[in-house]
């Protein structure tokens, strides 16, 4: 089968759990299919695949050349598919499918025509490729949001996540002290770093100097990451923008922290986390909850005092760090291996190419 990738973002121009999987879905379909991909970028093109075709993707035309791009390279390549990471595009004369991560796109200005709507814009459009397009849900959270803006059930379907389990895989927690509080994820206000340096902050000054917090994630807000270090004045807490490589931070990690107030429609950082067999303290929402199976420990949505709390209660207690650890991990192989996930999603193109 010829597949046509259409992905807005693509690491290393931008690297979140929407890229990451991506990235990994085309390897997986490579193995198979004859694939081209086409990527947008904002920041640099320096990284990119170098077989991909790429868009410069800024300002308010970002939108109409990416789907112009698309549409010219299904003419050039003439895929039996096109299977895209971005919402907005459509190929007309083509089969499409698309994935819905969620329906915030991304927060932070993820980019593209969608981002800058209101919200009954932004459903308004989800229904309009709804109509147009196959939908691929990554979580059954995501999918009955879906359904509750009027996408048709028929053109829904459910394929959660993968997670490379080669890659983000256990080695030795670090122990002893300072217990190492990790928070992976990008810097923008919504998934709420300033939360977890509050939580620390309320730590009882003996029981501050037993721990040590680090941010690290794809650095998306400029201003939000100053008023983080701001925050964190004199606070046991430190900084590490635009990594790489996210993995040796889960590593290094005891305690995992994902305490986001955005609406997820997965959750990848607690789950790259569990994959990792670190423990996970996350934010109570019924996407992360799904795709964690509950393993970890839940705190309500920006609530500083029950994650302090929660916090304090992992670092007195080392075995249940391990044992959540392990559970997750168990819990992760058994659901997220990618090789797994491509097949749903094999089966799932089997059925459109069919229909």
């Not at 003419?75 to 915030?104: K, T």
């Not at 490589?245 to 922290?257: G, N, R, S």
């Not at 760090?321 to 996930?341: C, D, K, N």
Request: with cysteine.
């Amino acid at each position: 089968m010829r597949i046509l990738m259409v992905a807005r973002r693509y690491p290393p121009d931008v690297r979140s759990g929407t890229e990451t999987v991506f990235e990994n879905l085309v390897a997986q379909a490579r193995k198979q299919h004859d694939v081209h991909l086409l990527v947008g970028w904002r920041n640099s093109e320096v990284g990119l695949p170098p077989e991909a075709s790429r868009v410069q993707l800024r300002g308010a035309a970002a939108w109409p050349t990416l789907a112009a791009a698309a549409v010219r390279e299904a003419a050039l390549f003439r895929p039996d598919l096109v299977l895209s990471n971005s919402i907005e595009v459509w190929v007309p004369g083509f089969l499409n499918a698309v994935i819905v991560h969620d329906l915030n796109f991304g927060g932070g200005g993820g980019g593209g025509l969608a981002s800058g709507m209101g919200a009954r814009a932004r459903e308004a459009f989800y229904r309009l490729r709804g109509r147009q397009t196959a939908i691929l849900a990554v979580s059954e959270a995501t999918r009955q949001r879906l359904l509750g803006i009027g996408i048709p059930e028929k053109n829904l379907h459910l394929v959660r996540n993968g997670v490379d389990l080669a890659r983000f895989r256990p080695t030795p927690p670090p122990g002893g002290e300072p217990v190492r509080l990790v928070y992976p994820s990008r810097i923008l206000p919504g998934k709420a770093q300033h939360l977890a340096i509050d939580a620390v902050g309320r730590l009882r000054p003996e029981q501050r100097r037993r721990v040590h917090l680090s941010i690290v994630g794809a650095l998306a807000d400029h201003i939000y990451a100053d008023r983080l270090r701001l925050q964190s004045f004199k606070q046991p807490v430190d900084f590490s923008f635009d990594v790489p490589d996210m993995v040796p931070f889960y590593q290094k990690a005891d305690i995992v922290l994902f305490p986001t107030l955005m609406e997820e429609g997965f959750g990848y950082t607690a789950v790259e986390a569990m994959a990792c067999a670190r423990p996970v303290i996350w934010s109570e929402q019924p996407a992360i909850r799904e795709a964690t199976g509950g393993i970890g420990l839940a705190v309500p949505p920006d609530d500083a005092d029950a994650l302090r709390h929660t916090i304090w209660k992992l670092v007195e207690d080392p075995s249940l760090r391990l044992r959540i650890g392990e559970e997750g991990r168990r819990f992760v192989e058994a659901h997220y291996a990618w090789e797994s996930v491509w097949a749903r999603y094999e089966e799932i193109f089997a059925r459109l190419r069919g229909r």
